[in-house]
């Protein structure tokens, strides 16, 4: 139900040529028929073949809702999750993917204060973010600056905010300190090295993979190759240790991380992407993954002086009600933003129907800071001739051909795609 | 060896008739012979029978080390703990127990900076803290402020330091924060509450045994009888629990605590006085506390954006080397109780002879602040009849008498006197 004054339910079509929304959607790939919109749709847990770009009915705003025409969405390692199935309590397929987008204000629900159709905006929304248009409450909804690209805004919510977040909120991260960030060539990665540089005389050790070395080797103070043993490599420069681990791997890295700790040091999980195994019936290799984290003893922790957390944004904003303390960091985030103290770093932009694509390069890890969903963008004609397609029907007789069992050999072979 | 400058070591009744120390140190009741001194030793692990106050050589400073004539010494949990052998790796006994002292610097190692003779000192010691002299490196040394008496000065150190670095270390405490404290009425409780005063609008729930409530009333904002359910008194007050949890119990308490933590807050496990539990073998006890401490899966601290955080200051500074920055603290707890803005508690003051009913008094909870070992202090008659001795041999024999299995009536009649 929309209010009086953006009463644009009804007449989306006429005010798209009426005001500003025009000049920014003119070139948009939009559908014809105003009430449906392209998404990126999830038809059941599994591998790349699971996805889909489809027509779908467009979303109006409810109550305190804002309403966003998208132009950009992240993507990140949680999505993999989501596909897999590998996280908690997931909403039953189909679904639309995607947690952050950035775009324009549409129109506004009943009651929905701060925001005026034409707003630049970045959001979190809670699935159904790779679409053209999504609805989201406006506590999840900030307006980005004004120096600020579209892809720039989705590559920047989620990464820096939890990047922020570890840092300052949970682990205190001070003058002279020290950091080791695993995947520091990712999105939080690259966020996590640019954060550290806004205070003095912090030292980051990072781990990526080789041919990401020239690439992001300004931006770390000491780089490893994710292969080596790097507890022997940050020993040998630091060897007392460092005082903050950032850990988005899990499973046997949580000791190595403990022990690489300074006393009154912090090591913080905040992903678990060893647990994106490349299987198809992912349920079984999350829970082993489960059970198989080390756990730990709190006396350990008492005898050593060390502290543990976990670090999940996510769940931060949905499940766990603190938008308001991600609403303040948002802005700490956007001064430092306009200072040019920080920047996003966007690996690549990807149509909606290149999604198998992009999931595979952060897969790989192939990526060098965010992927980027660009609504707006046509699929290369070269990536999408063999893999990407837009399907409205067909799924279950697809569903239907896929062997139900694991083939080692294709596993081996073709770890992702199946 | 100590410097010509302060070459006292053949010279100290020379020394003590001359200058400033005389009139601290002429009502003392220090042993005839210069070159020994009273000590409290505990003879071997086990019960109170263990403690005896006997003449031992006194230590000389060495290099960079401070000799302090002792004025009072702290009683802590950990002592009790020690004296049980409930501890990592103890020194073998006997031994003299104790890890702080406020007193006057009697002489100086070679090479020890900072310090002369009369000041008066707050110290912390690797053991050996509860005898009329002590040494110890200066990095351990701190000069007291003006105003504080002794007494108050044994009382501070590690109470205030762990509680400070415990709230503005690790868990960083902020406006408008909550905490919750076991033992509120202890020695690290009051500490806590005190500090917790000095940030606005901070809410303090605090566990205490029904006969404390009216002495620390105003202390804390809200409190609970010990044995009571606080977890559910708590969320009836705080539906989202509280930012930061202070455990010294261990034990079941973890998980309790944890489920107590809102988003983003920290539980601190900082000592495990539940482990002493008044048995004489306590070996087992210990060990089979050891492993029922509840494990902490590092994926649930993800799920639910917790801190689990363990703090030690006897490792901080005497096994982990952080003196400097437990130097930082203290200075900033001067500069606060020099604002009066935080004051020692003091229990209660006994002689060296007294030990056993003051570790009593500790194990038994009856304390509201800090228990303090007065070296100047002589028994008072009533106490003195029944348990305390001034034992300088017989040890062995003593502790052959004692019957090695356990009572179980006795233990249940006397839990923690045999």
Known sequence: MATEAVNVTEETEHMLEKNLIRKETENMTSSSDAKEMRAVILTGFGGLNKLRVTKKTMPEPQQGEVKIRVKACGLNFVDLMVRQGNIDNPPKPPLVPGFECSGIVESVGENTMGFEIGDRVIAFVNYNAWAEVVCTP????????????????????????????????????????????????????????????????????????????????????????????????????????????????????????????????????YGASNMVTGETKSFFSFAKSWWQVEKVNPIKLYEENKVIAGFSLLHLLFKQGRCGLVRTVMDRLFSLYNQEKIKPVVDSLWALEEVKEAMQRIHDRGNIGKLILDVEKSPTPLMASDSTETSEAGEEEEEEEEPEGDNDNDKERMPFIQ
């Open 138 to 269: 406006a506590e999840f909804v900030y307006k980005m600056p004004d120096e600020m690209t579209f892809p720039e805004a989705a590559a920047f919510s989620l990464n820096f905010v939890a990047a922020y977040m570890m840092l300052f909120e949970v682990a205190n991260l001070r003058e002279g300190m020290s950091v080791l960030v695993h995947s520091a060539g990712g999105g939080v990665g690259q966020a996590v090295a640019q954060l550290c540089s806004t205070v003095p005389n912090v030292t980051i050790f990072g781990l990526a993979s080789c041919f990401k070395h020239v690439a992001i080797r300004d931006s770390v103070t000491h780089l490893f190759d994710r292969n080596v043993d790097y507890v022997q490599e940050v020993k040998k420069i630091s060897p007392e240790g460092v005082d903050i681990v950032l850990d988005c791997l899990c499973g046997e890295n949580t000791g190595k991380g403990l022990g690489l700790l300074k006393p009154l040091g912090t090591y913080i999980l």
